[in-house]
């Protein structure tokens, strides 16, 4: 057997399953918070850039991102907010989230993008800003390609 040529040979990949919210397939560059997101007043639905002041990803862009956290926070606005960047092309790519609330399910629709929730395991403990994220809400399975060689 031969030893990897590539750092892609050689990468870590987990598996995780969960429920579907939202049907579909979508894949790219994991963006990880464990703060909660408000959308009404804490994104910029323009550019899908976090504009809450005290939020540790302020000024980060989830645009064609698999975004990761806890949930939604906030007020109603958070499908509207979620729906605008949706229609600017600048919405995430995927949803991966712990706390389902009819505001989380209802932005997570008006989105399309493929959703996911009740994991076998906390995608916050084992996913990290810049894995590379596989998610097919349709089979309930994420893959997860860690960014380095070396995974948790």
Same mark, same amino acid.
């Given at each position: 057997? %031969?030893?990897?040529?590539?750092?892609?040979?050689?990468?870590?990949?987990?598996?995780? @399953?969960?429920?579907? =919210? =939202?049907?579909?397939?979508?894949?790219?560059?994991?963006? =990880?918070?464990?703060?909660?997101?408000?959308? $009404?007043?804490?994104? /910029? %639905? @323009?550019?899908?850039?976090? =504009?809450?002041?005290?939020?540790?990803?302020?000024?980060? %862009?989830?645009?064609?991102?698999?975004?990761?956290?806890?949930?939604?926070?906030?007020?109603?606005?958070?499908?509207?907010?979620?729906?605008?960047? @949706?229609?600017? *092309?600048?919405?995430?790519?995927?949803?991966?989230? *712990?706390?389902?609330?009819?505001?989380?399910?209802?932005?997570?629709?008006?989105?399309?993008?493929?959703?996911?929730? /009740?994991?076998?395991? *906390?995608?916050?403990?084992?996913?990290?800003?810049? /894995? $590379?994220? @596989?998610?097919?809400?349709?089979?309930?399975?994420?893959?997860?390609?860690?960014?380095?060689?070396?995974?948790?």
């Amino acid at each position: 057997m %031969s030893a990897p040529t590539t750092q892609q040979d050689a990468a870590t990949v987990i598996t995780i @399953r969960g429920r579907k =919210v =939202v049907p579909g397939v979508a894949e790219g560059l994991a963006l =990880v918070t464990r703060d909660h997101i408000s959308g $009404w007043g804490g994104i /910029d %639905s @323009r550019t899908g850039t976090i =504009v809450e002041t005290r939020h540790e990803l302020r000024g980060q %862009s989830f645009a064609g991102k698999v975004l990761v956290f806890p949930g939604a926070k906030g007020s109603s606005g958070w499908s509207a907010a979620f729906h605008m960047a @949706r229609l600017m *092309n600048a919405a995430p790519a995927a949803f991966l989230f *712990n706390e389902m609330t009819t505001k989380m399910a209802l932005g997570a629709v008006v989105t399309h993008a493929p959703a996911m929730t /009740d994991f076998d395991r *906390n995608p916050l403990e084992c996913i990290e800003t810049g /894995d $590379w994220v @596989r998610v097919d809400a349709d089979r309930g399975i994420v893959e997860i390609t860690k960014k380095t060689a070396t995974a948790r």
